[in-house]
């Protein structure tokens, strides 16, 4: 080998370390003022209509978790639950025990319907829900509203769809966040809605002999 021949070192080559840090560095910028760009255009601030469904685990944690962040922000809130019954929940017992001021909280249900078996009895206890839940979202006080598993009381016509359609097109204060949960939301309310998250179910322990637990399902 001549002497003159350059020796292959950590400069030699286009892929060093140093050569790929500056392409990730530009390639980011360019995406950074791509984002930019895109985010100067989203100006407006309005209260949204949220619908959590499908058959997957989350849809009430992930609404609770909204729910936790208006405290957070010393923004009043409320829940309204459509179907749990009474047993004690984490979400319900470290809110009303240390939130109380800032977040009302209602369980209004009696639990599932083939658990009371007694149809009469499910719609006038969805009823009363839904009209402490009206009283609630036409309260300016309150920045979110959370309807927990209405979507099964609509499922079921405990409450009729279109009223609650109505209600939230045309009574519902335009800086106020309501957020519906339950699987098989309808159409409709999809339609109407601002933002929709459906979660796909894809294991669940249960399937396999686990029962829920505190701190998972409640």
């Known amino acids: 080998m001549s002497d003159t021949t350059p020796e292959a070192g950590p400069e030699a080559g286009p892929e060093t370390p140093d050569h790929d840090d500056a ?15 895109i985010m100067a255009t989203k100006t407006e601030e309005k ?10 685990k989350g849809k009430s944690s992930a609404a609770f978790g909204m729910i936790f962040r208006c405290i957070a922000h010393d923004m009043h809130c409320a829940v309204v639950q459509f179907i749990k ?9 470290l809110i009303q025990a240390h939130f109380a001021d800032l977040c009302e909280f209602h369980t209004m249900g009696e639990g599932f319907t083939w658990e009371t078996q007694d149809r009469a ?3 006038a206890a969805a009823t009363k829900a839904w009209d ?20 099964i009381a609509l499922r079921y016509d405990y409450i009729p769809l279109d009223e609650v359609l109505a209600f939230l097109r045309d009574e519902k204060p ?12 309808h159409e409709r309310l999809i339609e109407q ?3 929709v998250t459906e979660m796909e179910l894809v294991k669940h322990p249960f399937r396999s002999g686990v029962k ?5 399902e409640f």
């Open 132 to 151: 402490k839940a009206k009283e609630l979202i036409r309260d300016p006080a309150n920045r979110m509203v959370l309807l927990d598993e209405i979507n």
């Open 85 to 93: 019954g009474a047993m004690h929940t984490g979400e319900r017992d």
């Open 193 to 195: 809605a601002d933002l």
């Open 121 to 123: 009895r499910d719609v």
């Open 174 to 185: 335009p800086t106020t966040h309501v957020v519906l949960t339950g699987r098989n939301a």
């Open 23 to 37: 392409r990730h560095a530009s390639k980011m910028a360019k995406k950074k003022a791509a984002r930019d760009k």
């Open 47 to 56: 209260g949204l209509v949220i619908v959590h469904t499908g058959k997957g």
């Open 212 to 216: 829920a637990q505190a701190g998972v």
